[in-house]
Nanobody
Framework: QLYFVESGGGLVQPGGSLRLSCAAS????????IGWFRQAPGKEREGISC????????KYADSVKGRFTISRDNAKNTGYLQLNNLKPEDTAVYYC??????????????????????WGQGTQVTVSS
């Protein structure tokens, strides 16, 4: 089976930080662009960031720009999302996924999850005082 394993979520106070990881299982991550998504209760899954295969291009949704940073370590087959200055509205389950079509990431702003696969179970991020 081919999928990601996300980790690093938790409960944090507003203004706090977390670092999420997603480890690829069963495939080489450097063949794929990576996207991070989140889904809050009662809402659709939304794309928040993506990174090209070699990490040279990154994209962010306006809602997280300047606060979140995406990165990857292909040698470790792992992607990362640094979350800073967290807000209660960032509360959601966070997922990563992969697309072999790099244009899905680099040619558009993060948005709908179409074109991505290898979804994991996600990691819960809760921002609350």
């Amino acid at each position: 089976q081919l999928y990601f394993v996300e980790s690093g979520g938790g409960l944090v106070q507003p203004g706090g930080s977390l670092r999420l990881s997603c480890a690829a299982s069963g495939f080489r991550m450097d063949y794929y662009a990576i996207g991070w998504f989140r889904q809050a209760p009662g809402k659709e899954r939304e794309g928040i960031s993506c990174i090209s295969k070699l990490g040279g291009i990154t994209k962010y949704a306006d809602s997280v720009k300047g606060r979140f940073t995406i990165s990857r370590d292909n040698a470790k087959n792992t992607g990362y999302l640094q979350l800073n200055n967290l807000k209660p509205e960032d509360t959601a389950v966070y997922y990563c996924a992969a697309t072999i079509v790099e244009a899905v990431c680099v040619d558009r702003q993060p948005g709908a999850p179409e074109g991505y696969g290898y979804w994991g179970q996600g990691t819960q991020v809760t921002v609350s005082s």
